[in-house]
């Protein structure tokens, strides 16, 4: 359903990637299909701005970066670039792309809460929090599992993700374990904060009416909002994230400061370009917001909630994708259902512009894409090679060999209306958010423009009358025109590449589709087309599928411990003034404890020959007793910037080996004293 007027510009966002893990096809499902519709308004003459970013914060962050014996901002940064680099490969263009860590958003989030906290929606109460006594500490979302009390399937702290996908409030878990020690954990006592969502079931009823964008999205939010609403926690013990006002010891849930975001970001945009984000965030300008079908819950119903509260404009749609299966089964990192978007998609020669094709064609928006190699390579060549590469290349091929430059001519009316009732008809289907209907309505005519060229015979016609061929191959390249027009927002690096084949000088970026229906310009020289779609062939998508049926083994094995030969890998080359660059001494544990938060961190004092000895955190706790380290002659990088680890600052690294099964510290087979330069 869409409800966007077509006088007004509109802000689009998309679900943020968690900065936690590299970017993987299923990602795609979301962004491609919103960047197609962005381009799409930007064809029809409209304003719009295009805004994300990565999601920082939240337990998983917290938790790999723990197992990583790093810091979550490290973590997270690590990802954030990693995520920008690939959109910028997959042509999603965003006008501003941030993270809930940046500066903007921490301030938006705490005025945001201090503004619910004044008007009284947000409040204190006393809960029960599951704590493990085996880690001294509290246990919030994914530090803990158990039993969801709605469905009886393993759940997550904050979310059934294995069963009925309903949001659970802390305390709600029944059998919780904590997931650092593996040992039950119990329910404390404590208190956080609650926003009062039961407060806004009438306005949500009424929102959700007016909601545009996907049913599903509408539909699922409707269900719960009919139901009982309870209010929701908006507190968590965590160190990592935007500290909850007047709380050190609480941060708020990733769930508040993440969707805030997509406001921050837009300020950052205003502040780049000098734009207005108010006319979006206080105005009523239309946002349209592109998420994945697992986080409709907290889009359509504790999102609207919370601008609602605290003054701010409601989204105007909601876009909820279909998931993604690969060959035909569940998508699943852990058991190798998985295509990673940059070491098994790009990396290996493929064009982004394909994949892009692929996921916007497969199917409706709202249902389930299976990703297949062997689907991938019929599609491409079926369609984007077959047909409209077919098209663009013969035509343009013949009107170079035989004219040189576009000849005299005048078009067709059938050929104009039929350009015109296509870009109708893609113009509706993307505004209905129905992407495949509009790339089907764009390849039909491709179609009808092999079709007329096939029924003309040109070939012929250039023996027999050169004019009237000049006439029929001009009316080709209106078509070629109209098609590179209507297809730029799908693959727009192909098309680029095609503006310039068919001897515009224009960017093809910024030309409308008005411009289709605009005669190409006689006696424009042309040079020797290049071919813009070449097949996928058998052999190539044979390598992808060993290397995809390689991963699912490897995962089968691993789940089965069976121990299989791993091929060295090596890091990159460097040069001797990038090893001269790490300062390495030798050094002398002088005391060792546990770190009470962690189960695989500890504490040491290091004597390194300076004047007070060295803090470290090393995570050894599982490979030595804090008792054996005392009096160890060790090897430490003792130039590494200080970061902290669990609330503790570590001052430097201790050198050792790794093989996956055990870790030893690297000393030196002489007595050198603390101090001693290694290199």
């Known amino acids: 359903m869409s ?14 990637p968690y900065a936690n893990g590299k970017a993987h096809v299923g990602h795609l499902r979301t962004y491609i299909p919103a960047d197609i519709f962005v381009r799409s308004l930007k064809k029809n003459g409209q304003e719009a701005t295009f805004v994300c970013g990565s999601d920082a914060h939240g337990t998983p962050i917290a938790v790999n970066a723990e197992e990583m014996g790093i810091t979550p901002g490290e973590l997270m940064q690590k990802y954030h670039v990693h995520f920008n680099e690939v959109f910028k490969k997959m042509g999603v263009n965003f006008d501003a792309y941030g993270t809930t860590d940046d500066a903007e958003n921490q301030n938006r989030t705490l005025e945001i809460v201090n503004k619910l906290v004044d008007k009284g929606y947000v409040y204190p109460k006393t809960i029960e929090i599951a704590y493990c006594p085996e880690c001294d500490r509290f246990l919030p979302d994914r530090y803990v599992e158990g039993t969801c009390p709605n469905c009886g399937e393993k759940a997550r702290g904050d979310e059934c993700d294995q069963g009925c996908g309903k949001h659970l409030e802390p305390g709600e878990l029944q059998q919780p374990l904590c997931t650092i020690c593996s040992g039950p954990a119990e329910y404390r006592q404590q208190e956080h904060f609650f926003f ?22 509408r539909n699922y939010a409707l269900g719960w909002v009919k139901q009982e609403l309870t209010d929701w926690c908006i507190t968590r013990n965590l160190e990592w994230g935007i500290k909850f006002p007047g709380h050190d010891d ?3 849930y990733v769930w508040v400061d993440a969707p805030i975001g997509y406001m921050s970001f837009t300020e950052q945009w205003a502040a780049a370009t000098g734009g207005d984000w108010e006319k979006f965030w206080k105005g009523d300008n239309p946002i349209v917001h592109f998420i994945g079908g697992d986080i409709i819950y907290h889009h359509c119903i504790f ?19 279909g998931m993604v299966k690969i060959e035909d089964k569940t998508f699943s ?9 940059e070491e098994d998609y ?11 094709y692929y996921l916007a064609s497969y199917t409706s928006h709202t249902k389930e894409v299976n990703f297949s190699w062997k689907i991938f390579q019929d599609k491409i060549n079926t369609e984007l090679v077959g047909v409209f590469g077919n098209f663009l290349y013969r035509n343009l091929l013949f009107t170079f ?24 008809d893609v113009s509706k289907a993307t ?3 129905e992407f495949k209907k509009a790339v089907d309505a764009a390849m039909a005519l491709a179609s009808y423009g092999n079709s007329y060229f096939q029924a003309n015979e040109p070939w012929k016609l250039i023996k027999e009358d050169k004019e009237a061929c000049g006439k029929v191959i001009k009316n080709c390249i209106q078509l070629a025109k109209a098609l590179i027009l209507l297809f730029e927002p799908v693959i727009p690096g192909s098309m680029e590449d095609a503006w310039q084949q068919i001897g515009m000088e224009t960017d093809v970026h910024t030309v409308t589709y008005s411009e289709a229906t605009v005669p190409v310009e006689s006696g424009k020289a042309l040079k020797k087309p290049g071919i813009l779609f070449v097949k996928v062939e058998d052999d190539k998508i044979a390598e992808m599928d060993e290397i995809s049926s390689g991963r699912i083994q490897k995962a089968i094995a691993k789940e089965a411990g069976i121990e299989e030969e791993v091929k060295m890998e090596f890091k990159d080359e460097i040069e001797y003034d990038d090893f001269a660059k790490l300062d390495i001494r030798v050094g002398k544990i002088l005391s060792a404890e546990k770190i009470k938060k962690s189960k695989k961190l500890l504490r040491l004092q290091v004597d390194i020959g300076d004047v007070e000895p060295r803090q470290i955190v090393a995570g050894l706790a599982e490979y030595y007793q804090p008792e054996e380290m005392v009096g160890k002659t060790v090897n430490v990088l003792v130039n590494l910037k200080p970061v902290k680890l669990c609330g503790v600052e570590s001052q430097g690294m201790l050198l050792a080996a790794d093989n996956d099964e055990d870790v030893s510290l690297l000393s030196t087979d002489k007595d050198m004293g603390p101090g001693a330069i290694i290199g």
Request: glycine letters at 8%; charged letters at 25%; a negative charge.
């Open 3 to 16: 409800n966007i007027p077509s006088d007004k510009a509109v802000l689009v966002t998309c679900g943020l």
């Open 346 to 356: 790009l990396d290996h020669g493929f064009h982004s512009d394909l994949l892009r």
């Open 196 to 217: 009062k969502l039961s407060e806004f079931k009438d306005f949500l009823l009424e929102h959700l009416e007016n909601l545009g964008g996907t049913i599903n999205a």
């Open 303 to 321: 999102w609207p909630a919370m601008l609602k509260g605290a003054d701010y404009s409601q989204p105007s749609a909601v876009v909820a994708s």
């Open 401 to 424: 060999k035989n004219f040189g430059e576009i000849p005299e001519g005048d078009i067709d009316p059938e050929i104009m209306d039929k350009i015109s009732s296509t870009i109708d």
């Open 333 to 341: 990192k852990s058991r190798g259902y998985v295509v990673w978007v």
């Open 250 to 252: 609480l941060v708020v």
């Open 431 to 433: 505004a209905e958010y």
